[in-house]
């Protein structure tokens, strides 16, 4: 009966997925930039509602065809252009049934004979059945997935390994550390910054002392046109948040510019730590004491 037709139905259908599935894997190796396979993957639940309507929509035309097909049926026989069918066994069987029948293909009880190999043991008989049809389209369909799957993770190059997804998470998580850290270092000021200890600031905040202020303070702070900053005595006041005060807005007036403006707040946090690791080094030719001893709180 139909079983043929269905069959047929399905394959078509089935290869009309394989195509477009190949089809953009193509598309996505010659390097157009989202690969088909991770759009399919972030939008499966589109694919899978896409799939369920095709089904149903072809479900639907097979109905109407049946329908279409036993109306004319009726209406040749009413004329009697054609003798009256016995068999109304297309109308009968159930999608279900139909779709069972084709999945399993089993050879009819009555047609066993044509598959009996001839071995009989203790009246139990060896048939030779075909593969079910479902069983087949598992079997190949693993096959078809395996070969994307290799070409999509392993030689496409689309950035699909799972390497390459360490990578990109790692990337992103750096990001967000990143910025998170920038706002941390943005939210220092006079009020809250502390003194670095690390060395690692220490080596920056000196790096950034020889390059914006050794012009004026000297490259050991001994002092030139700005203050001595190795001596307890200081213009401005000594301790870590006066430092940085005296930094972030400068003191335009004397010649000393704001630098807020061209260090970030973390910078001037590491210079202003540095300065006061340079308290009682005494280097050659100070300048002279200016300012008031500064006594910690
Ligand atoms: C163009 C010269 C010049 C440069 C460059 C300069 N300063 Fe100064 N700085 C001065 C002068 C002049 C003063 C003294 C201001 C005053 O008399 O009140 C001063 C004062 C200071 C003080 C206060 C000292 C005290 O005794 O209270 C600190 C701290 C300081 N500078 C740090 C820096 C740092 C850090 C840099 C680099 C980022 C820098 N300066 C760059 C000229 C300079």
């Known amino acids: 009966m139909n079983s043929t037709k269905l069959k047929r139905k399905g394959t078509a259908l089935l290869s009309l997925l394989l195509l477009v599935t190949i089809g953009q894997g193509q598309e996505a190796s010659l390097g157009h930039s989202k690969s088909a396979g991770s759009w399919i993957v972030e939008n499966i ?3 899978i509602g896409l799939l369920v309507f095709l089904f149903a929509i072809w479900v639907i035309s097979d109905i109407i065809r049946k329908m279409l097909e036993a109306q004319s049926r009726q209406l040749l026989e009413e004329k009697g252009i054609v003798a009256k069918s016995t068999s109304v066994m297309d109308e009968e069987v159930p999608l279900w049934k139909r779709i069972n029948d084709w999945a ?11 598959i009996d190999l001839g071995h009989d043991f203790d009246g139990i008989r060896e048939l030779d059945n075909k593969l079910p049809p479902w069983w087949l389209g598992l079997m190949y369909g693993s096959m078809i997935f395996a070969v994307i799957y290799m070409y999509q993770y ?47 600031d220490l ?5 950034v002392f020889k390059r914006n202020c050794a012009a004026c303070h000297g490259v050991e702070g001994q002092g030139l046109v700005g203050p001595n900053l190795t001596d307890d005595y200081w213009l401005k006041g000594g301790g870590i948040k006066n430092v940085f005060e005296t930094i972030k807005y400068g003191v335009p007036e004397k ?3 704001s630098w807020k403006s061209q260090l970030k707040p973390e910078t001037m946090q590491q210079v202003a730590s540095y300065i ?6 005494s280097p050659p030719n100070p300048k002279a004491k200016e300012g008031e001893l500064y006594i910690p709180e």
Do not use: C, F, R
């Not at 390497?163 to 941390?184: F, P, R, S, T």
């Not at 080596?203 to 790096?207: F, N, P, V, Y």
């Open 104 to 114: 399993w293909d089993l050879v009819p009880v009555s047609a066993e004979k044509s």
């Open 276 to 281: 006061l690791t340079l308290q009682g080094t």
């Open 203 to 207: 080596s920056a905040g000196a790096a």
């Open 255 to 257: 010649g000393m510019i």
């Open 45 to 47: 639940i589109l694919v």
């Open 154 to 200: 392993h030689w496409s190059g689309s950035g699909w390994s799972s390497e390459n997804e360490y990578i990109a998470e790692m990337k992103a998580g750096d990001e967000i550390k990143n910025a998170y850290l920038d706002k941390m270092a943005n939210a220092i000021n006079e009020n809250n910054v502390v003194a670095l200890t690390d060395p690692e």
